[in-house]
């Protein structure tokens, strides 16, 4: 049974990559598909990440579930990079003729810091923001509450970083992931200030 579950994950992880990029290629679906390819795509992830869950412990699931899905992307990124390797010769001579003569792009700096302060502060502080709240408000044993805990972290920390990087308002999706950040921290910390710890 656990091979199966297994088997099965690893296929829904598989088809939510391959609408992903299908919807950023904006071709190889119907036009009414392409609509729902991101929404379905999260549906495929959340579905599989119960599914690892079910066939191992929620914690050691979770974390070969995230390998598995940050890993299958490498092989459309390796391909596609051998493609472009092997037939973009006339177009890396006119990136580096280019590049011989840049153009600054106005705020790109600021767009980079924003995204670094996204991933590397916010995005984890986040994450363990909202592990905190599993640990404090769910219900049941301890070992419960852990395995809660390490959900909320590894999804929150997840969507975080997926926000941060494909925004295009960078510094707009860093403000939304420090507020989402502070109001966890927030409700965290009333059990505390109320004196019920």
Request: hydrophobic fraction near 60%; charged fraction near 10%.
């Amino acid at each position: 049974m656990t091979l199966l579950l297994t088997l099965i994950a690893i296929a829904l992880i598989a088809a939510a990559i391959g609408l992903l990029y299908a919807k950023w290629r904006g071709e190889g679906l119907p036009a009414f598909a392409l609509g729902l390819a991101v929404p379905l795509a999260w549906a495929f992830l959340f579905v599989s990440a119960a599914l690892w869950m079910r066939a191992y412990t929620p914690d050691f699931g979770l974390s070969v579930g995230f390998l598995f899905f940050m890993s299958l992307p490498l092989i459309i990124i390796g391909w596609q990079g051998y493609r472009g390797w092997k037939s973009a010769a006339p177009a890396r001579e006119r990136r580096e003729r280019d590049a011989a003569e840049p153009t600054a792009s106005p705020g790109k700096g600021l767009r980079i810091t924003a995204r670094l302060l996204s991933c590397l502060i916010a995005a984890p502080l986040t994450g363990m923001a909202m592990g905190l709240l599993a640990w404090a408000y769910m219900p049941g044993h301890g070992s419960t509450r852990y395995a809660w805990a390490v959900f909320f972290f590894t999804m929150s920390f997840a969507v975080a970083l997926i926000v941060a990087v494909a925004a295009q308002r960078p510094w707009r999706a860093t403000g939304l992931i420090v507020a989402t950040g502070a109001a966890a921290s927030a409700l965290v910390s009333l059990p505390i200030l109320n004196g019920s710890v």
